[in-house]
């Protein structure tokens, strides 16, 4: 149980454009969501909180306008990258908290097998 | 500037050989985390501790939460090549569910 889908797992793209990824929790509902961001040989850095039918809450530095967060569902949560370039390639990854409740830094995120994008 | 820092960054050791990783900040954490990490996937998580010097074993992996809540560490017995991979830490907040990760320590097991 448990389980986290994301989908592409891979994309390329040219400049300019954008990419939507989205990001599904399989045999759960979940009020929160994560965004992550991994760049070659680094750690998880979080982009923002997805929350079910209110606005995503971004991280200092990350842009709001380029990536544009939505969570329609308690099952559903997308990741748009608008006018995308070739500094946004990156491994994306989102996570999941089981529940339909804010939740504590003690609950278990579930994590997605992330997906790789690449802006030519 | 990494909230959590860990190291060391990479380690290669032989198989057979113990290791430890270690997980600073200066931030208390009302949970600690233990990911793994393979290539181009998602973390899985090993463990959370929540309580100041609570240490949790799983097979030959030994986790201890410092007592001020700060700090954490990783011991892992006779490391075997399937222990290669990226290990992350990570620390909860008591208010809500983000966690922040670690720098993260790569680890290669030799055979």
């Known amino acids: 149980g448990a389980v986290v889908s994301q989908h592409p797992s891979r994309v390329i793209c040219k400049s300019g454009t954008s990419v939507k990824i989205e990001c599904r929790s399989l045999d759960f509902q979940a009020t929160t969501m994560f965004w992550y961001r991994q760049f070659p040989k680094q750690s998880l850095m979080l982009m923002a909180t997805?929350?079910?039918?209110?606005?995503?809450?971004?991280e200092q530095g990350v842009e709001k306008d380029k990536f544009l967060i939505n969570h329609a569902s308690l099952t559903l949560s997308t990741l748009t990258v608008t006018s995308a370039h070739p500094e946004d390639s990156s491994f994306y990854i989102c996570?999941?908290?089981?529940?339909?409740?804010?939740?504590?830094?003690?609950?278990?995120?579930?994590f997605g097998p992330g997906t790789r994008l690449t802006v030519l | 500037t990494q909230l959590l820092e860990q190291s060391p960054q990479f380690l290669s050791i032989q198989e057979g050989e113990n290791l430890t990783v270690y997980c600073n900040s200066s931030s208390v954490f009302s949970s600690l985390q233990w990911y793994r990490q393979e290539p181009g996937e998602g973390p899985v998580l090993l463990v959370t501790?929540?309580?100041?010097?609570e240490v949790k074993k799983l097979k030959r992996l030994t986790f201890q939460f410092g007592d001020a809540r700060k700090d954490s560490s990783l011991h892992i017995t006779a490391a075997q090549p399937g222990d290669t991979g990226l290990y992350l830490c990570a620390g909860g907040y008591s208010s809500a569910s983000k966690i922040i990760f670690g720098s993260g320590t790569r680890l290669s097991i030799r055979p």
């Open positions: 997805s929350n079910e039918g209110s606005k995503a809450t971004y």
């Open positions: 996570s999941a908290v089981p529940g339909l409740a804010g939740g504590t830094g003690t609950d278990t995120q579930y």
């Open positions: 501790v929540v309580t100041g010097g």
